[in-house]
């Protein structure tokens, strides 16, 4: 994995053990900035507590972003896609397909491969159509 070198800033509330919401979530930021607005992130972190009493929440400053997200993501998930896409279409051309009275099973497997083509294609043209993480997360308000 490819983390870029900026500071990511990561607040997090807790109900009993288990993360709840991540409220607070920003990467790649220069270290002059993190440095100059760490009270800031500490006041935020600190309002939610008090808000929240009952409430583990918890500031992480690390010089490592925990996960990628927005374009990031999506070229380290497209690479990761068409690999699983290209070994699922080699499964589905080399299953043993059982014949049956109508002939069924060999029509369903070609529909099968002619799909994990077009997902690939997709992908290999730039296209995704799955869940890209925000680049930035801000749920304060609503723990206040």
């Known amino acids: 994995m490819k983390f870029k070198d900026g500071v990511a800033i990561k607040i997090v509330i807790y109900t009993g053990c288990l993360a709840e919401a991540t409220i607070y ?4 930021m220069p270290m002059r900035i993190v440095e100059k607005w760490k009270w800031y992130f500490e006041y935020l972190a600190a309002l939610v507590k008090t808000r929240n009493p009952y409430r583990k929440v918890e500031l992480t400053i690390s010089a490592q972003q925990n996960c990628l997200c927005g ?3 999506v070229s380290e998930r497209t690479k990761n896609l068409l690999r699983s896409k290209t070994i699922k279409l080699k499964k589905i051309r080399m299953s043993k397909i059982e014949d049956d009275l109508f002939g069924m099973a060999k029509a369903d497997n070609e529909v099968q ?3 994990v083509r077009r997902e690939i294609e997709a992908l290999e043209n730039g296209e995704f159509n799955y869940y890209v993480p925000p680049t ?6 609503d723990y206040l």
């Open 25 to 28: 979530y920003r990467y790649d």
């Open 71 to 73: 374009a990031d993501y």
């Open 113 to 115: 491969i002619e799909l």
């Open 136 to 141: 930035y997360i801000n749920k304060i308000r």
